[in-house]
């Protein structure tokens, strides 16, 4: 289990990487990792996931920048991310899940960091979910597709302050979804928006005209997922 932990942290460790440069168009596997701040390279040491932060006092040992908290809890998230599948029977649901979920976590760190869902990463991965669930022969919900498609052409002022990447996930993922459990689905991802939007107006005391939503969705989507 330890393993599976350490391994899930330095995928989230690289997958931050990869949020962080694809959508500016900045190379990132053969790329030394750098700090994001004064772009010096990062030594060997310095790479070790959540250990190194720690030892660095949570900032960069050239700039004394502060290092983002994301990069930490990316690591932690996906190791427990990868903790959670360690125990998980495998089976094709097993796998469809996995990507699933990691789709959903590549595009809530680039939502947070440009508040942008990647297309690379949204489309080739929302073919690769629907590919699979064809090839499971689980059935799609064709009346919510049509439903969520007409209400995005017909009536497109209803959501100017949704966002057009957050409607398109709501219409990638929502066909694996029972209408109910969709509806479940918003409800859970607008709650932690909702409580989200009041943490860090409050204790935090940072006032925000935007909030990256697609981590609540994603959030929202692994309470669903758990209720049934």
Not at 10 to 31: H, N, Q, W, Y
Not at 191 to 220: A, D, Q, R
Request: glycine share 6%.
């Amino acid at each position: 289990m330890i393993i599976f932990f350490i391994t899930g942290c330095c995928f989230g460790s690289f997958f931050c990487v990869v949020a962080e440069r694809l959508p500016i168009k900045k190379p990132f596997l053969l790329a030394r990792s750098e700090c994001v701040a004064c772009k010096h390279p990062l030594n060997y040491w310095e790479l070790i996931p959540i250990l190194s932060i720690f030892l660095k006092k949570f900032h960069c040992q050239h700039c004394h920048q502060p290092i983002p908290l994301i990069c930490l809890f990316s690591e932690v998230i996906y190791g427990l991310l990868f903790v959670w599948f360690y125990f998980q029977s495998w089976n094709n649901t097993t796998y469809f899940l996995f990507i699933w979920l990691t789709m959903a976590f590549l595009l809530s760190l680039t939502d947070i960091f440009y508040y942008l869902v990647e297309p690379k990463i949204f489309y080739s991965l929302s073919l690769i979910l629907w590919g699979y669930w064809l090839y499971l022969g689980r059935p799609f919900n064709y009346l919510l597709l049509a439903t969520l498609l007409v209400l995005y052409f017909g009536l497109p002022f209803l959501f100017e302050k949704f966002g057009h990447g957050d409607y398109l996930l709501l219409i990638s993922w929502g066909v694996f979804l029972p209408s109910i459990s969709f509806i479940y689905w918003l409800f859970f991802s607008s709650l932690f928006g909702l409580l989200g939007y009041f943490f860090i107006h409050v204790f935090i005391n940072k006032k925000m005209t935007e909030l990256p939503f697609v981590p609540f969705l994603s959030l929202g989507l692994c309470f669903t997922l758990w209720l049934i």
